[in-house]
């Protein structure tokens, strides 16, 4: 395995990466495992999270890191990212990137020689998922017969959300407008892998039937890194997808809020919510190192 670009990539191994990261969490792993490894780090969008947990986990598993930002790199001047994957995998031992566009990321793994791991793009946020999925798991236990209510914009977050929820057999409900459902082929994926372990996935406009009795009430940006020039209609095509405590009332008694932040309180959550007492936005801010350091020993040990 060389790549994790989807959750597809790893899709029978989520729950081997969800254990060793309650495993480094724990301080129950090895130390420095990737002693004298290398990961360059490729950032065309901005990044708090990512690029400090992708720097800090390398950090901690002996190894060292290189932020690469796309005007620090030739590709930035049109260097083929063919020639760069190439290039960076006679340095390096993994590549980790932040990218605009998909398929551009699918381009750098097929010519790199070394393992591609996303950081998100405009279709998918694996790392952001196995985070996550760790931090649902130590609220609540574990994902069967736990439903995940995702409202707002059906968006990397959303769809990288919908096929981990497969994967783990947790249900999924999205509650978006029309013109704003997740990706289709990642529906059909979904779907299909949800058959093998009895999650219900469903797409609906109603928030309503997407919050009821949901133990995990998620949202994120309604305007997305790339989706700036759409912002005024996104904030009015969304508004109605707004989680806050109403809406938090139709969900469990101890259902937990979660978000991948940045977030803009008053716009996708109300500030009571997101620094209420069920919000658990700073564990999974927390477990995005844990996750990535588990990512980072799969991939590169
Ligand atoms: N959640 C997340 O990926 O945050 P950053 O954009 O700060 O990396
Ligand atoms: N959906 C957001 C996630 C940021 C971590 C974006 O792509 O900008």
């Not at 004298?36 to 992708?54: E, H, P, Y």
């Not at 591609?116 to 999925?133: F, K």
């Not at 736990?146 to 409202?151: A, E, I, R, S, V």
């Amino acid at each position: 395995m060389n790549k994790l670009l989807s959750i597809c990539d790893i899709q029978d191994n989520v729950l081997e990466i969800l254990e060793l990261a309650n495993k480094f969490k724990k301080g129950e792993m090895p130390l420095k495992p990737l002693e004298g490894k290398s990961l360059a780090m490729i950032f065309q969008k901005s990044s708090t999270r990512t690029r400090v947990s992708f720097e800090v986990g390398m950090y901690e598993l002996g190894g060292t890191s290189l932020f690469l930002s796309q005007s620090d790199l030739q590709m930035g001047r049109g260097e083929p990212i063919n020639d760069t994957a190439k290039v960076l995998s006679r340095y390096v031992n993994g590549i980790m990137i932040r990218a605009n566009n998909h398929g551009e990321v699918e381009e750098l793994a097929r010519a790199a020689e070394v393992p591609v791991i996303s950081g998100l793009t405009n279709l998918e946020h694996p790392c952001q998922a196995l985070a996550d999925a760790q931090t649902i798991k130590e609220h609540l236990g574990g994902f069967k017969n736990k439903k995940l209510c995702f409202m707002g914009d059906g968006n990397n977050v959303c769809n990288s959300l919908l096929l981990i929820s497969a994967c783990l057999g947790m249900d999924m409900f999205v509650a978006c407008p029309e013109g704003y459902e997740p990706n289709e082929e990642i529906i059909k994926k979904a779907l299909d892998v949800s058959k093998n372990t009895g999650s219900e996935i469903v797409i609906t406009h109603d928030s309503k039937i997407a919050a009821n009795n949901a133990d995990v009430v998620y949202t994120d940006v309604w305007v997305s890194m790339g989706d700036e020039v759409e912002e005024a209609k996104r904030k009015k095509d969304l508004s109605k997808y707004q989680v806050n405590s109403e809406l938090m009332k139709l969900a469990n008694e101890n259902a937990i809020f979660m978000h991948c932040l940045p977030a803009i309180r008053g716009e996708e959550v109300t500030s009571d919510v997101i620094d209420g007492n069920q919000s658990v936005i700073f564990d999974e801010a927390e477990n995005r190192l844990h996750a990535q350091k588990a990512v980072l020993y799969y991939f590169l040990k």
